[in-house]
């Protein structure tokens, strides 16, 4: 049994992947992290090329993403809230599991998923994105966590005159961007806390699947 965890936010390290590893911490098995930062995946181009042999025919990094994806047995995956939406690199990975729908459409319907969201307010826009493909694509979603991250104003050099950032929108004008201010999957113990029991729920499952298969 192997579990494949995909963090879908452009940076590195960050929020998103963070929490993603900490569901695949507590997976008593086989996990794999990917991160699609730096990875060059576009959308579906909806030219159903892949309608007669489930492969997508578009030529970019989700080629080596494929066999990763068809072998894993649950997916657990990550996305940050970009404008109350995930993110557009985790939109497109997600977009080109079109090319699993077709024939039988049995590579990934029947398996298991968790959705992983990050946002500078609220990672709930991406879980509930991921959830719906996951229903979409008939993947039993088993656990879901969102978590704080650090929206770019905390970092970009202006945070604290910005009249429109998160900095003047969250704590008011005049604010000092301090490290106590700043988020940190670290300062929340109850999303690691409910990401480790996700991973034991999953691990279970899965336990309980190759017990009967
Ligand atoms: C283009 C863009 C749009 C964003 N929009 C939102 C938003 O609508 N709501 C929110 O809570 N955070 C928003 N954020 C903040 C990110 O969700 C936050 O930085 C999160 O931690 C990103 O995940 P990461 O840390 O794993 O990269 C936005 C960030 C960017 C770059």
């Given at each position: 049994m192997k579990v494949l965890g995909i963090s879908g936010s452009p940076r590195r390290d960050q929020t998103t992947s963070k929490l993603v590893k900490e569901v695949l911490s507590t997976i008593d098995g086989e996990t794999e992290f990917i991160s699609l930062a730096g990875k060059r995946i576009g959308p579906?181009?909806?030219?159903?090329?892949?309608?007669?042999?489930?492969?997508?025919?578009?030529?970019?990094?989700?080629k080596e993403l494929r066999q990763k994806i068809a072998e894993a047995d649950a997916y657990v995956i990550g996305a940050a809230n970009y404008f109350s939406m995930l993110n557009g690199l985790s939109h497109c990975f997600l977009e080109r599991?079109?090319?699993?729908?077709?024939?039988?459409?049995?590579?990934?319907?029947g398996k298991l998923g968790v959705a992983v969201g990050a946002g500078g307010s609220s990672g709930d826009p991406a879980v509930n994105n991921i959830k719906t493909f996951f229903q979409y694509n008939q993947i039993e979603c088993v656990g879901e966590v969102a978590a704080q991250g650090v929206a770019c104003c905390f970092v970009c050099g202006y945070g604290e005159t910005c009249k429109v950032g998160a900095i003047h929108r969250f704590f008011g004008p005049g604010t000092k961007i301090t490290d106590e201010i700043i988020?940190?999957?670290?300062?929340q113990p109850d999303k690691i806390a409910e990401a480790h029991a996700i991973g034991r729920k999953l691990s279970d499952r899965l336990k309980a699947f190759a017990a009967a298969t």
């Amino acid at each position: 049994m192997k579990v494949l965890g995909i963090s879908g936010s452009p940076r590195r390290d960050q929020t998103t992947s963070k929490l993603v590893k900490e569901v695949l911490s507590t997976i008593d098995g086989e996990t794999e992290f990917i991160s699609l930062a730096g990875k060059r995946i576009g959308p579906c181009i909806g030219c159903l090329s892949c309608v007669e042999d489930n492969i997508c025919k578009v030529d970019d990094d989700m080629k080596e993403l494929r066999q990763k994806i068809a072998e894993a047995d649950a997916y657990v995956i990550g996305a940050a809230n970009y404008f109350s939406m995930l993110n557009g690199l985790s939109h497109c990975f997600l977009e080109r599991f079109y090319q699993f729908r077709h024939i039988e459409g049995k590579t990934v319907a029947g398996k298991l998923g968790v959705a992983v969201g990050a946002g500078g307010s609220s990672g709930d826009p991406a879980v509930n994105n991921i959830k719906t493909f996951f229903q979409y694509n008939q993947i039993e979603c088993v656990g879901e966590v969102a978590a704080q991250g650090v929206a770019c104003c905390f970092v970009c050099g202006y945070g604290e005159t910005c009249k429109v950032g998160a900095i003047h929108r969250f704590f008011g004008p005049g604010t000092k961007i301090t490290d106590e201010i700043i988020p940190d999957l670290s300062k929340q113990p109850d999303k690691i806390a409910e990401a480790h029991a996700i991973g034991r729920k999953l691990s279970d499952r899965l336990k309980a699947f190759a017990a009967a298969t």
